[in-house]
């Protein structure tokens, strides 16, 4: 049986195809064109360019956009291989009407166009919220790491830097005690004291980098400094030290479609919640019947109250408390708070009465200690090891962490959707897309290219909703 041949390359045909016949009906291309088609980019903040002025005539600026999303959408993201794409890539060729920008072009247009990013995603949240594929009934948030064009080389930290600079004078001293025992041993030659001072006069004029480092990171209170991308910080990422920005989450359970997103380079998520929480009831409009769910890498105190003031529901569970003595059937949970004596009663049935007022990073808080009670206690060293007995501290708005973690505890099935939601985006933008550090350097532009992920995302799960040809006449309607 003989094998299946292709046609001859020099054969002539006939048959004339237009680019549009070339392209299937339910190709995303389809949807990408007709939502780009229907946004007023002056709305979204791009920059226009007056058509009769003279020189060279500008692109169109919805294909640029265009040419962008689809991009983003098929894990295309360098300026230099968007360029490539458009002399080659029929698809493309058909979305942007056959143009073929150079690489300076493209990345100027995102350049120049960094917040309106934001506002074409948001516009798209608009969209699928219109579309009642967003019902903001149960939200989850969440951040990720996301590595930034910085290397660990280039990433100094304060103790690093106390270290380098121990290293550096330990080098100099063994250098200048080598000079002294040539000079004892009448070893002096020209070459040996010119090999040795050279190596001084390096590791002296690291000494001096360092030191002038040292001194900006004192006079601009940083702990770390990243050279390649300043607003960069070094954090923990899967259980390693990256240098990275963190990327936070909003996501409606419905169909795990984002709400927004946002960049920040806060090494942790304890001071995002009550920011991403106002961003989603601004685009989703303030519902008092939203619930939302955070894990406990948002527990902070007085992020929380923010929120509850602000008429939310949310279910968090806070972070595991240790006991002093490691033990944890002493950890602050099993010492219950008694409200008509304002006391603490231990787990060995003691009460722990009211002492003193005091305060910590601004928030306002009540000491209660054990005292002679503790002392005498049989369990003592395995409760405490204060010479003045336990001591428990209890902030001035408790009571509204306490019926967080009561509301959190009843609604147990709800809040362990929480993973199920946020990490379906997360898997995707980093597994599938491969989308696990970003091109750009700094705030501005690593949350263009999160608003085009998060755009990219969202088209990828509207194509598995609904048929492109829906979307596209939901779109020119």
């Not at 600026?61 to 291989?81: A, E, M, P």
């Not at 948001?122 to 939200?139: M, S, V």
């Not at 250098?175 to 010119?194: C, H, R």
Request: glycine residues 6%.
């Amino acid at each position: 049986m003989g094998n299946v041949h292709g046609f001859s390359r020099d054969q002539i045909s006939f048959q004339l195809l237009c680019l549009d016949e070339m392209i299937d009906k339910e190709n995303p291309v389809r949807a990408i064109d007709a939502f780009v088609e229907s946004l007023c980019l002056v709305d979204m903040g791009i920059k226009e360019y007056k058509k009769h002025n003279p020189g060279q005539q500008p692109y169109e600026r919805k294909d640029l956009l265009k040419l962008f999303i689809y991009g983003y959408f098929n894990k295309i993201r360098s300026s230099r291989s968007l360029e490539i794409e458009c002399k080659r890539n029929i698809e493309l060729m058909w979305l942007v009407n056959g143009i073929r920008p150079d690489h300076g072009t493209i990345s100027l247009f995102l350049k120049e166009n960094r917040k309106g990013f934001k506002k074409v995603m948001r516009t798209f949240t608009y969209l699928l919220k219109g579309w009642g594929l967003i019902d903001g009934k149960l939200i989850a948030i969440d951040g990720t790491k996301i590595r930034a064009q910085n290397s660990k080389k280039n990433c100094i930290t304060s103790n690093g830097l106390t270290k380098k600079m121990n290293y550096i004078d330990e080098k100099i001293e063994h250098y200048l005690q080598q000079l002294e025992q040539i000079a004892q041993e009448n070893e002096l030659t020209e070459e040996n004291v010119s090999s040795i001072e050279s190596k001084i006069d390096k590791y002296q004029k690291k000494k001096e980098y360092l030191t002038e480092i040292k001194k900006k990171m004192n006079e601009e209170e940083k702990n770390q400094l990243t050279t390649t991308d300043p607003e960069s910080r070094a954090m923990k990422n899967n259980g390693k030290i990256d240098v990275a920005y963190n990327m936070q989450s909003s996501v409606d359970n419905k169909h795990k479609l984002i709400v927004t997103l946002d960049v920040v380079n806060d090494v942790n998520d304890q001071s995002q919640l009550s920011s991403m929480v106002s961003k989603t009831n601004e685009i989703l409009s303030k519902n008092t019947d939203r619930v939302i769910v955070a894990d406990t890498g948002y527990y902070n105190a007085k992020e929380i109250k923010d929120c509850l003031d602000d008429g939310n529901t949310l279910y968090l569970k806070p972070q595991k408390k240790k006991s002093m003595s490691g033990d944890p059937t002493y950890s602050k949970d099993n010492f219950q708070y008694q409200k008509e004596t304002d006391s603490y009663r231990c787990p060995q049935g003691q009460e722990l009465p009211y002492k003193e007022n005091t305060s910590k990073n601004g928030l306002k808080y009540k000491r209660y200690i054990g005292g002679d009670v503790c002392l005498s206690c049989p369990v003592y060293s395995l409760c405490t090891k204060a010479k003045r007995g336990r001591n428990i501290q209890r902030w001035e708005h408790e009571e509204l962490i306490e019926k967080l973690k009561e509301d959190t505890e009843a609604n147990n099935e709800i809040y362990k959707k929480r993973s199920q939601i946020v990490e379906h985006p997360f898997g995707t933008i980093k597994r599938s897309f491969g989308y696990t550090f970003f091109l750009g350097k700094g705030l501005d532009s690593v949350n263009a290219e999160a608003a085009l992920i998060g755009v990219a995302y969202n088209f990828k799960r509207l194509t598995k909703i609904k048929k492109v040809s829906e979307i596209v006449e939901l779109l020119v309607a």
